[in-house]
Structure formats: structure tokens, C-alpha cells
Antibody
């Protein structure tokens, strides 16, 4: 069974940093691209970032470009999101999602259950 | 950036009736479109990819159609478990990004 388990969320002050992790199991991790998608409380889905199987293709939403960095460690079956200069508007549930392909585009299936990030003083 | 616009924002439907949800792209995404269902407190679930292909385990009452800029998700006979929020997503514009619509909430009439 494919499983994605996010961790690393929490309460953080504006301007500070946080690193999210996503532990993957049940599939060959380095055969697939991976993504982060977030959902602010009561709002819709917002794609944040994606990374191809070998980290050769990476993309970011304009809202996080220059502040967030996506990475992966295929040896550890793990995906990461380094979030710097956090703002109140980054408050959201952050989901990790598996792409259907090695390239970073595509549809997402499955999704993890998410980790909550709250940015507040 | 490709903008995805879903309509209506809320759809009130009686159980057993048909629901038709629309998704429009600001420029062509070919057939590179997916639909997701999200219930309260749950992660999104993939329903449709490639505009019209049902994902594994998705009931036949869910169908997708369209290409280019206009897409439709149809639920032929709504069941109680289908009341949820539905999102479309384009994945044509990669790199560097993918984008979601703002969602359509299907509620009980």
C-alpha cells in the first residue's frame, strides 16, 4: 500500500523557518516525481512545488518562489520542503503528493494526510 | 500562469440526480486535466485524469469530458457519499507549474 506521511509542521513566528518532511513507502520512490500542495483554512488547494524523480526538474508557485526550497533524498524515500521567511499567508495544511510519472508534471495520486503550519506571532 | 475557473461555486443537488461541474482554462491545456474529490477532514482523492479516464476504483457514475479550455465532470446519479468539494487541476504547463481551480462544492438540496 502506498503511504505518504508528512511531518514537521507547527507554530512558527513570521520571518522564521520550518522544514517539512514526507516519508514515502509502498512504491519505488525514485520512479516518481513528487509535489507539495497546501490548503489554507477553509480555502481551496494551492500547488506549492514539484520535483522530478532525479531532482533535475523543479518548479515553484510564484507565491513561494525564492523563499521555499523543495528537495528529495531517494536513498531515504523522503521529500522535503524548506520554508524560509515565513508569512502569515503561508498558514495552511501542507500535503505531500505522488505524481503519476517521473517528470514533475502530471496528476497526483495518492496524497498524504497533511501537516499543519501556522505562522503567527 | 494558466488560470483554472470552476463553476458554479456551489451546486445544490438532490440524491439520485445528475450533477454537472465545469472547469475552464485560461489557455489550452490539451487533455492534461485531472479532477479530485475532497471530503471534510480528508485529503483530496483522484477521480479523473487525462480529462476523461477514471482512476482506479472510481465508480462509473463519475465521468469527465472536454479538451482544450472547457472541461466537465458529471456525476450521473448522486449518492450520499458524493457530497463533497471537487477540484480540477491542469498539468499541461510544466515546467514550471501546475494549477488548481477554486473548487465546486456539491451540497444536498
Amino acid at each position: 500500500e502506498v503511504q505518504l506521511v508528512e511531518s514537521g509542521g507547527g507554530l512558527v513566528q513570521p520571518g522564521r523557518s520550518l522544514r517539512l518532511s514526507c516519508a514515502a513507502s509502498g512504491f519505488t520512490f525514485d520512479d516518481y516525481a513528487m509535489h507539495w500542495v497546501r490548503q489554507a483554512p477553509g480555502k481551496g488547494l494551492e500547488w506549492v512545488s514539484g520535483i522530478s524523480w532525479n531532482s533535475g526538474s523543479i518548479g515553484y508557485a510564484d507565491s513561494v518562489k525564492g523563499r521555499f526550497t523543495i528537495s528529495r533524498d531517494n536513498a531515504k524515500n523522503s521529500l522535503y520542503l524548506q520554508m524560509n521567511s515565513l508569512r502569515a499567508e503561508d498558514t495552511a495544511l501542507y500535503y505531500c503528493a505522488k505524481s503519476h510519472s517521473v517528470g514533475a508534471g502530471g496528476w497526483f495520486d495518492p496524497w498524504g494526510q497533511g501537516t499543519l503550519v501556522t505562522v503567527s506571532s | 500562469e494558466i488560470v483554472m475557473t470552476q463553476s458554479p461555486a456551489t451546486l445544490s443537488v438532490s440524491p439520485g440526480e445528475r450533477a454537472t461541474l465545469s472547469c475552464r482554462a485560461s489557455q489550452s491545456v490539451s487533455s492534461n486535466l485531472a479532477w479530485y474529490q475532497q471530503k471534510p477532514g480528508q485529503a483530496p482523492r483522484l477521480l479523473i485524469y487525462g480529462a476523461s479516464t477514471r482512476a482506479t476504483g472510481i465508480p462509473a457514475r463519475f465521468s469527465g469530458s472536454g479538451s482544450g479550455t472547457e472541461f466537465t465532470l458529471t456525476i450521473s446519479s448522486l449518492q450520499s457519499e458524493d457530497f463533497a468539494v471537487y477540484y480540477c487541476q491542469q498539468y499541461n504547463n510544466w515546467p514550471p507549474e501546475v494549477t488548481f481551480g477554486q473548487g465546486t462544492k456539491v451540497e444536498i438540496k
